[in-house]
């Protein structure tokens, strides 16, 4: 099949960054329609306004993401590198926190700190992750438990929205009595992901992450003190037997599994819901067989990617699908692009629950491969799972309803999704 859209006109300047965006109504509706068409007739792209190249082919993105020696800190990219350039002037004034727990998240950290800090994060969180398959599927229980009895109710608002944030609270440790104002400050905090956020947005952020980063401290002291049972405790104890961390190192990073994973979470929790909903057949085939849960969530997170990119700096001059990258030059990976690619997934754009073709990028790769992502597929496992399983007739209020999403850049995730039980 032809990787180009017919309808899509050669001398129409293919589209930069900007237009890859959920701002861009043509791209909120359908991005696959621009990023067939720039991975067709332009695979490696350079985006002169936002001073980075595009890659779409998904033997690309997997070969960039997979090359430890690729670089992340944005202070590594040329000048002209706006969009990179422009993360390290997002310091919001307002926000209190010490210039080492502002400085030290592992996303965009290169070697040898990356490492140094996210080493003992990953074994910490990996325990965790293990032995948790009770604690979420007592938080989606509990969510499902207040939605029970209900003719209708938003399956995106109600249960995506809310089993992450509780899930990776109790993980942390965080007070039961305090998890209403957990939520709160965690969804604000989030408002940090989008850089078109409104002046009320950023205020609330700065509310929001002040909270939290006091709550982290607060709470580390405590732990410190009195270990319990929760990753914060692990921290501490890996801090004391000599693991090479500060504590704005500690705090920062906590919080980041939190903000970082709630948004993507959610999406991913919520996509598949409104995928299987959409795609009756697939549903019945995850009813007759749920040891197909596995490959259903791949496929989500192929299909419906919750997040659009990933970025990368070059270390050195290179060649990248053919084109030349100087040092110091940015490349931004379309990991939505590179699960559509047709090279890679054949009949691409059908949603397949039982598919067994090339691995998916939705959670990046290399070293900067999501610290998340066990966590996430566990959640979403167990989530969709049980919402199927108490709610058999589960079906979208209005079928064919146009889908509203969210319009935060760089990360795709719907508003509502009314369900009728």
């Not at 003190?225 to 504590?247: F, I, R, V």
């Not at 997040?307 to 990991?335: E, H, N, Y």
């Not at 692009?337 to 290399?366: E, S, T, Y």
Request: some cysteine; charged content about 25%; glycine content about 8%.
């Amino acid at each position: 099949m032809s990787d180009i859209p017919s309808d899509a006109p050669s001398d129409t300047p293919l589209p930069g960054v900007f237009q890859l965006t959920p701002l861009n109504p043509e791209f909120n509706d359908d991005p696959h329609k621009l990023l067939d068409r720039l991975r067709g007739e332009c695979p490696v792209h350079r985006d002169t306004v936002a001073g980075t190249f595009i890659l779409t082919r998904h033997a690309d993105v997997r070969g960039v993401l997979s090359d430890t020696s690729m670089w992340r800190s944005p202070e590594r990219a040329e000048p002209e590198a706006t969009i990179q350039r422009a993360i390290l002037e997002q310091r919001i004034e307002g926000i209190r926190m010490s210039e080492e727990e502002a400085r030290s998240g592992i996303l965009l950290m290169d070697e040898p700190d990356h490492m140094r800090i996210r080493g003992p994060f990953a074994k910490a969180l990996y325990k965790r992750v293990a032995r948790c398959k009770g604690l979420v599927q007592q938080v989606v229980d509990q969510w499902l438990d207040l939605v029970d009895g209900r003719s209708e109710f938003d399956a995106m608002n109600d249960f995506a929205l809310r089993v992450p944030i509780d899930v990776i609270a109790r993980i942390l440790g965080v007070d039961e009595s305090r998890l209403t104002e957990f939520r709160e400050w965690s969804e604000g905090a989030i408002l940090g992901l989008n850089p078109f956020r409104s002046e009320e947005d950023t205020q609330r952020l700065i509310v929001c992450t002040n909270a939290l980063s006091e709550y982290m401290g607060n709470l580390m002291q405590r732990r410190r003190a009195e270990p319990a049972d929760d990753l914060t405790s692990d921290m501490m104890k890996l801090q004391a037997e000599g693991a090479p961390l500060g504590d704005g190192e500690i705090s920062n990073n906590l919080q980041g599994l939190l903000i970082g994973g709630n948004l993507t979470t959610t999406d991913l929790i919520g996509n598949a819901v409104w995928l299987l909903l959409k795609h009756p057949g697939e549903l019945a085939k995850l009813k007759s067989d749920p040891s197909l849960i596995n490959s259903a969530v791949e496929e989500v997170l192929r299909y419906e990617s919750p997040v659009d990119i990933t970025g990368r700096i070059a270390p050195r001059d290179m060649d990248v699908g053919g084109c030349p990258v100087r040092q110091a030059q940015s490349m931004f990976m379309s990991l939505r692009g590179a699960n559509r690619d047709p090279a890679a997934f054949p009949d691409p754009h059908r949603f397949d629950i039982a598919r067994k073709d090339a691995p998916h990028v939705a959670f990046g790769g290399g070293l900067h491969l999501c610290i998340g992502a066990p966590l996430a597929r566990l959640e979403a496992q167990v989530a969709l799972v049980t919402l199927f399983r108490r709610f058999p007739n589960l079906r979208l209020v209005d079928q064919d309803a146009k889908p509203e999403w969210r319009s935060m850049p760089f990360f795709r995730g719907l508003k509502e999704i009314r369900v009728a039980t």
